[in-house]
């Protein structure tokens, strides 16, 4: 069966933000240099192929993809200056969006209005929602707002919980239904779901430690940037940058995890343990940030020197978040009560949730589909990477 | 040979190219005996000017009528030394020269007493022939200062103004009812963006109103007689008037024929599927949406290398195995003419090798960035065009995509067809070019004498001896210009006269040299009572079919006449003492 070629794929991974594809004409430097391609997993040209020809069926079942950390090594040494690092990163774009059943994801990517519109409405929402619970009906104790947002307490709160789980039970299962839909296209070339079969139980062990390993340490992106060194250094090298806000978010998320078990589980005021935690994670946090967003403004490297509107919303949340976060911590140290507080913790509250809700459809999904792909890339090629 | 020869033998070193392996002096020892040989001396480069000139003083001093050096091969040196000859005042038919780097010291290396004996043997040759060499003279023959061209396409015509513009009186035939040839219909040509028939228009104008050119048009040349500096060739005319014209020289420049593909051949046939010329024919007449028999198209795909560089197959018994320069060009070129009409019209070019030369590879890197798509196949695997669904679908296999079959939806196939040899029989079997294995007239050699034939007087120019673009078409009918112009203006032309001589005693008039000759240089002619062959001197290339074949040994060649090859035999026979 010849696999069709379709313009309309083309086009639209390239408006997901490819580089100028036209310019291709296929000489296979960036794979040459590339230090992550290797054997069937040989990218970038063959990525940049299937987008060029709109080959939808290849394309949407190629992990290689996910193998790719942008060191941009194949951007830098493009002759023709086709930028294979920022269509890989289109590529990735693609993926979710096409992984995606909600089909929110493209819309996101696609669309900046659509982004800005639907960060507003879905704010205006759960600011909504979010008065509603803390207003009067609260069942557990003490509202923390006070009286004058009484105007938005008319929802019941056993709807709005209903809604919340209801919205929370979807959003797994979106978020499942997407790396369902990733594993069988990746597993498409192979020969589907069967293909699983294939492997022994000391594969799956190889494999899954090889993928904690790599989690872990990082070691592929680490071959990315050290082949050829980087002429940064370390600490703002994205290993090391892409760490820190890595390791942040699940110190955040273990303190969040520990006041959730205490505070409101226990009904204990016990903060001993989570407080520097969460401090701690803000703070690491807050450099990687703060380091990435220096270096997009720069654009000294092929990996900063674009920037699309999903990557300026994500770094816009985190750090809005992040800073909000410490600012609630302050205020709650001093006791101060006031509208601007009350706005501080609402805008924290409602953004951290829309977070959760648009970024992992997005951004964030990569955090599920690169570590899917590698685990796949490691049951396929035991020695891959060595 | 009654009268003693004074020879003077001459052995080049050649740096060492030959004294390594031949021992030159061994060489000269084992020569001064030999009856005839006056003076035997070795030289380091007996070609250096040095050498010469005390090769020419000797010649002078000692009186030599012979001369023989023993060097490199004739087709490097014959003419120095031929020249060398002339300055010692000693006719050039009477120096011989002796191979002994091509055919002995090279071939010998690695025996070096073999060599030299080898050496000996050749050498005692080649002074037996010179022994019997006589005085000889060039054939002078006067040339008429009128050239005519067949093919008034824009080679014919830019080498019959060029020509006229040098004071020739210029015949431009064209079998056509107007000039112009394939240029007027081809539209819009790349890079310079002129049109065809523009340029056509403006030549044609210049021959209208140049004195010197007659243009003939639906004429055919019917026959052609004569030789170099002096050719009668008839022309029919419309209405089957025929003129007979006295020319010095011809140009051939009669194009080629576009590739006709076989039915069925990358779809060739099926509606919708067209052939380059006729794709810009219709973008030369659409304004507006490009439509294809009613219907809107939205994707096109060019094949390439369609009727040029063929492989043998059951299919194609005589393949075309030539590349036919233009086609890589036109189509890059005609996907800007596509994208100026609709940039949002899909292109896909299925090549096998883009080959845009030069400055044309600008046009192939304006197709790709402009966007349309270069897809790569290989003779193994060519695209097949079939309908589906009402619509044309290509399927390719794809070297630039891990050899994966594609499918491409197209509205339009265009078939980048090549040039082929037109079938001239007629003019053929009068003008006796000789073709190359592709069928197009050969020139004498494709570097150095690239718009000679082997008819001397006969020069060929544009697509008539081979595809080439218009720019290259121009620039061959400028190089016919110049050999014409060297021909014809100096007023006569020097033959060689090492050709055939019929001896009248001998001969009886078989025919059968009349059969055996390429060049038509055999006439019969009466004498007294009896009939004869007699060898036409301005045609003889002296290349000797009609030697073997006559039952009379009639016939010989100067230069190589039996005596004289009796003669090499019998001294390179002749034992060697072992060196």
Same mark, same amino acid.
């Given at each position: ?386 | ?24 002096? *061994? ?58 000859? *002339? ?82 009186? %210029? ?51 019917? +026959? ?50 067209? +052939? ?23 994707s096109v795909a060019f094949i ?43 292109q896909y070019h299925l ?32 695209p097949?065009v ?6 044309l679908?290509v399927?390719v ?11 491409i939806g197209a509205?339009l196939v265009v ?60 620039? +061959?009918?400028?190089?016919? %210009? ?29 025919? *059968? ?16 009572? *009896? ?49």
């Open positions: 069966m010849a696999t069709k070629v379709d313009p309309q794929i083309s086009q639209r991974v390239r408006e997901l933000g490819a580089g100028d594809l036209n310019q291709c004409y296929h000489c296979g430097t960036c794979t040459a240099i590339c230090p992550l391609s290797e054997g069937d997993a040989s990218f970038p040209r063959r990525v940049l192929r299937n987008i060029q020809l709109g080959l939808g069926d290849r394309l949407v079942a190629s992990p290689e993809p996910w193998l790719c950390y942008y060191c941009g090594e194949c951007s830098d040494s493009c002759p023709q200056k086709a930028d294979p690092g920022e269509t890989m990163a289109a590529a990735r774009r693609y993926l979710i969006s096409k992984y995606d059943p909600s089909g929110l994801a493209g819309l996101m990517y696609r669309s900046p209005a659509f982004l800005v519109f639907f960060t507003l409405l879905l704010g205006a929402l759960l600011a909504f929602f979010h008065l509603s619970i803390h207003v009067g009906k609260h069942a557990a104790g003490e509202a923390p707002f006070p009286s004058h947002w009484a105007a938005f307490a008319w929802i019941p709160y056993e709807t709005i919980h209903l809604v919340g789980l209801a919205v929370g039970g979807l959003m797994i299962l979106v978020v499942f239904a997407g790396l369902f839909n990733a594993a069988r296209l990746m597993l498409k070339a192979h020969g589907g779901f069967a293909a699983l079969r294939r492997y022994k139980v000391a594969d799956y062990r190889r494999a899954t430690m090889q993928l904690a390993h790599e989690i872990a340490t990082m070691k592929r992106q680490g071959d990315c940037e050290s082949d050829p060194p980087s002429s940064e250094p370390w600490y703002v090298q994205p290993r090391f940058t892409h760490g820190t806000i890595l390791a942040g978010f699940v110190m955040l998320l273990i303190a969040t995890t520990l006041d959730f078990f205490f505070v409101f589980g226990l009904k204990m005021q016990f903060y001993a343990v989570a407080r520097p935690l969460g401090i701690a994670g803000g703070l690491v946090m807050l450099y990687g940030l703060l380091v990435y967003a220096w270096k997009r403004m720069r654009r000294a490297t092929a990996n900063t020197k674009t920037t699309t509107p999903a990557d300026i919303w994500l770094l816009f949340f985190l750090i809005v978040l992040d800073v909000t976060g410490f600012a609630l911590l302050v205020i709650t140290a001093a006791g101060w009560k006031g509208v601007a507080s009350d706005v501080i913790l609402l805008v924290h509250s409602v953004m951290a949730m829309e977070f959760v809700l648009m970024f992992t459809l997005t951004k964030i999904a990569h955090a599920l589909y690169r570590p899917l792909a590698l685990f796949l890339h490691f049951l396929n090629a035991p020695k891959a990477g060595t | 040979m009654t009268q003693k020869r004074r020879i003077g033998v001459y052995i080049c070193h050649c740096g060492g190219n030959i004294s390594d392996y031949v021992n030159v002096e *061994k060489v000269a020892d084992a020569v001064k005996g030999v009856p005839g040989v006056e003076v035997a001396k070795t030289h380091v480069f007996a070609c250096s000017d040095a050498s010469q000139q005390e090769m020419i003083n000797e010649i002078k001093e000692q009186h030599l009528d012979g001369l023989v050096v023993a060097s490199c091969s004739p087709k490097l040196h014959m003419f120095t030394f031929r020249g060398m000859a *002339k300055r010692a005042d000693l006719n050039p038919y009477q120096y011989i020269q002796v191979n002994l780097r091509e055919q002995c010291s090279w071939a010998h290396t690695s025996d070096k007493i073999g060599a030299t004996e080898k050496g000996i043997h050749l050498l005692r040759a080649g002074i037996a022939k010179c022994a019997l060499t006589h005085p000889l003279n060039a054939i002078r023959v006067e040339t008429k200062p009128r050239v005519l061209v067949i093919g008034a396409g824009v080679a014919g015509m830019r080498a019959a103004i060029m020509l006229a513009d040098m004071g020739l009186a %210029v015949y431009l035939v064209e079998r056509e009812n107007q000039p112009g040839g394939w240029a007027r219909v081809t539209g819009e040509q790349g890079p310079e963006k002129q049109n065809g028939d523009q340029v056509v228009s403006a030549l044609a104008e210049r021959i209208r109103q140049h004195d010197n050119i007659m243009l003939y048009t639906g004429a055919e040349v019917v +026959s052609k007689d004569g030789s170099i500096g002096d050719f009668t060739v008839a022309l029919r005319l419309k209405g089957s008037e025929t003129v007979s014209l006295n020319v010095g020289a011809i140009i051939v420049a009669t194009g080629f024929a576009p590739y006709q593909p076989r039915a069925g051949e990358y779809g060739w046939g099926l509606p919708g599927v067209v +052939s380059l010329a006729d794709f810009r024919q219709l973008l030369s007449e659409t304004k507006g949406r490009l439509e294809y028999q009613g219907k809107p198209v939205r390439y290398c369609v009727g040029s560089r063929q492989t043998e197959s059951e299919t194609c018994p005589e393949p075309n195995a030539y590349c036919s320069r233009y086609c890589c060009s036109a189509t890059t070129h005609t996907a800007g003419l596509l994208r100026q009409l609709d940039a949002k019209i899909h090549y096998r090798d883009v080959r845009t030369y030069g400055a044309l590879e600008k046009l192939y890197e304006k197709a790709r960035t402009d966007g349309a798509l270069f897809l790569r196949w290989t003779p193994e695997k060519p097949r079939e309908t589906k669904d009402g619509r679908s399927l296999t794809d070297t630039l995509t891990g050899n994966e079959e594609l499918e509205d078939l980048a067809t090549g040039m082929e040899p037109r079938q001239n029989e007629g003019l053929n079997s009068i003008l006796k070019i000789p073709e190359s294995t592709d069928g197009f007239y050969k020139e004498i050699h494709i570097k150095l004498r690239p718009v000679e034939t082997v008819i001397d007087g006969v020069f060929v120019a544009g697509a008539a001896q081979g595809p080439k673009a218009l720019a290259e078409s121009v620039a +061959s009918a400028l190089a016919a %210009v110049a050999k014409t112009g060297g021909l014809l203006k100096k007023g006569f032309v020097d033959l060689e006269p090492l050709i055939a001589k019929v001896n009248p005693e001998k001969c009886t008039w078989c025919d *059968k040299c009349l059969q055996a000759c390429p060049y038509g240089a055999i006439k019969r002619i009466h004498t007294g009572e *009896k009939e004869i062959a007699l060898v036409i001197e301005s045609l003889c290339k002296g290349e000797g079919a009609c030697v073997p074949v006559c039952p009379h040994d009639a016939i010989e060649i100067e230069g190589y006449r039996d005596d004289q090859i009796m003669a090499m035999i019998d001294a390179s026979l002749k034992e060697v003492a072992t060196p």
